[in-house]
């Protein structure tokens, strides 16, 4: 017994109608097709309820091929290089509820429900077009004049020829025809202009065409800050679109891996002629452009270290940065190979500490004025010998004379209070002796010079944010307040300055100014005005 396959046309073709999950595939499948004929432009008329599409090209000779499903009736080099489906006027019969169409062979004007159902049509060979075609949908399904003009313009975007629409000049500045490309593995590239001027941006990414129509993006809008992008025209003889909306690649992520592959070495030629034009410094200063494209190694033999690639401490540190204040930046100008071989320049990498001891390291590169690596590099690339771990890292109190403990609403820690102290990483030591620190889990060591009033310490403590991470000021004022108060307080050496301290924590109304008073404090360290001394 034999069998083979079969197919029900009326239903395929019913069923096909869901395979288009698109309402706008039908305009650029009606942009190919006149793309496709030779026409040098297209000429669309777009109302809410109707679309004609006219071209110059060559014509249509037979309907019947037009009318044959998979069936492209184009010559053998289009169908070598672009790989036409025969689905395209397939796609206008399910977007409208009636289609013309006029060329060389006469004019159709039918039904699409007749179409598809394989009914007999006729064909008037006395309206005929001698150059080119028209195409018309009339009844459209699910699309009205906004959204065909909006699409249109996508479409525009990148297409060989001019399209006008209602007599409007689309705008194709992505057009292969407009501007300088690259012939790359791939197809036709242009990349963004961040590159060679050094620019930044938060829009990078990349803009890919076939056959003139864009087929993948980055980002939310296709056409968006499209100078900061990589745009491709890829080359249709080695890559497909997925049937039959065609608005997806075939293994997409193969083909953008093999984008990025082409992009890398287009960045590359073009790092290495700016290198050879450029001084030392300016070329330093592409690192996150270097970074991004892979070609960290082209920094390797440059006598000066990016500028982006390590932090000078600033300030004390903080728990806070982005609210108390940083206290870290990258240095203005590159640092030099030679004065890091020669020990004039020391570069350490960063300790994975507790946050005691992160605070005690942020204070020791503060102090030093050495360099911390933040940035990758290629690992061939001279800086890594040289790069400092830290092995072993110490405090010590110099002359301790007094110990006591603040309890804010927010912080409760013991204080220290000594005439300087010094911190030792490795076999270096620098020693401080005006800038508080939280030294250990429970401790914060206090120097002589530090003055009174300076309260940064509880920056480094406590982040002052709430549970919405929203950082509170208030409350960091007034703890910053009452532990410049505890310090007042502890510094002082006798009960008169030590009750003067107290007094002065609030601000005394005008009315007591030049007043005096006996005032007496009881075994529970409540404070009782007596009397006013007149």
């Known amino acids: 017994m034999k069998t083979q396959l079969k197919i029900n046309e009326k239903k395929l073709l019913s069923s096909l109608k869901h395979a288009f999950t698109n309402s706008h595939t039908v305009l650029g499948e009606l942009l190919q097709n006149a793309r496709r004929s030779g026409s040098p432009e297209i000429h669309i008329t777009a109302e809410d309820n109707y679309i004609s599409i006219r071209d110059e090209g ?33 796609s206008a019969l399910f977007a409208c509820e009636r289609i013309m169409v006029t060329s060389k062979f006469g004019t159709l004007f039918a039904m699409t429900a007749d179409i598809l159902a394989m009914r007999p049509l006729t064909i008037n060979t006395k309206i005929v ?138 960045v590359r030629k073009l790092m290495i002629e700016l290198k050879k034009n450029e001084t030392a410094d300016v070329f330093a ?26 932090l000078q401490y600033t300030g004390a540190p903080n728990c806070s940065p982005d609210y108390m204040g940083g206290f870290t930046c990258l240095p203005e100008t590159p640092i030099l190979r030679g004065d890091v071989e020669s020990g004039a320049v020391k570069v350490f990498r960063a300790p994975d500490k507790d946050e005691y001891e992160s605070m005690t390291y942020s204070m020791f590169m503060f102090e030093s004025g050495h360099y911390e690596i933040c940035g990758s590099l290629d690992a061939d690339h001279w800086i890594y010998p040289h790069i400092k771990n830290v092995e072993a890292m110490s405090v010590e109190s110099i002359g301790d004379y007094t110990s006591a403990r603040f309890h804010g609403s927010w912080v409760d820690v013991g204080v220290r209070f000594v005439d300087s102290y010094k911190i030792r990483i490795n076999d270096e030591i620098v020693e401080v002796f005006d800038k508080a620190l939280y030294a250990d889990a429970d401790l914060v060591l206090f120097p002589a010079g530090c003055r009174s009033h300076d309260a940064q310490v509880v920056s480094q403590l406590c982040s002052f944010l709430r549970d919405n991470d929203e950082f509170d000021e208030t409350q960091y004022d007034l703890e910053g307040d ?49 009397s006013e001394i007149k």
């Open 58 to 90: 060559n014509g249509i000779d037979d309907i019947n091929t037009l009318l044959t499903i998979a069936e492209s009736g184009w010559d053998l080099n289009i169908i070598e290089h672009e790989h036409p489906f025969g689905l395209g006027f397939l």
């Open 285 to 310: 200063s592409r690192y996150k452009h270097l970074s991004e494209w892979k070609c960290l190694d082209l920094l390797n033999d440059l006598p000066v270290l990016p500028a982006q690639v390590v």
């Open 482 to 530: 009452k532990f410049a108060t505890f310090i007042t307080v502890n510094r002082s050496t006798t009960p008169i300055e030590m009750f003067q301290a107290v007094l002065n924590v609030g601000r005394i109304p005008d009315s007591l100014f030049n007043k005096q008073f006996i005032v007496s404090i009881n075994e529970h360290g409540t404070v009782s005005v007596e």
């Open 129 to 266: 077009q001698d150059k080119g075609t028209t195409i018309t949908l009339e009844g459209l399904h699910n699309l009205n004049k906004r959204d065909i003009i909006n699409h249109l313009k996508r479409l525009a975007f990148g297409f060989p020829i001019p399209v006008f629409v209602n007599g409007v000049l689309m705008e194709s500045p992505l057009s292969k025809n407009e501007g300088e490309w690259l012939n790359t593995d791939v197809g036709l590239m242009r990349l963004p202009d961040r590159i060679r001027s050094n620019r930044f941006s938060n829009h990078e990414g990349m803009l890919v065409f076939l056959q003139g129509v864009p087929i993948y993006y980055t980002g939310i809008w296709f056409d968006y800050n499209v100078e900061d992008r990589v745009i491709v025209h890829l080359d249709s003889r080695q890559f497909m679109a997925r049937l039959p909306d065609r608005d997806k690649l075939i293994d997409q992520d193969e083909v953008l891996g093999k984008i990025k592959k082409a992009a890398r070495a287009e």
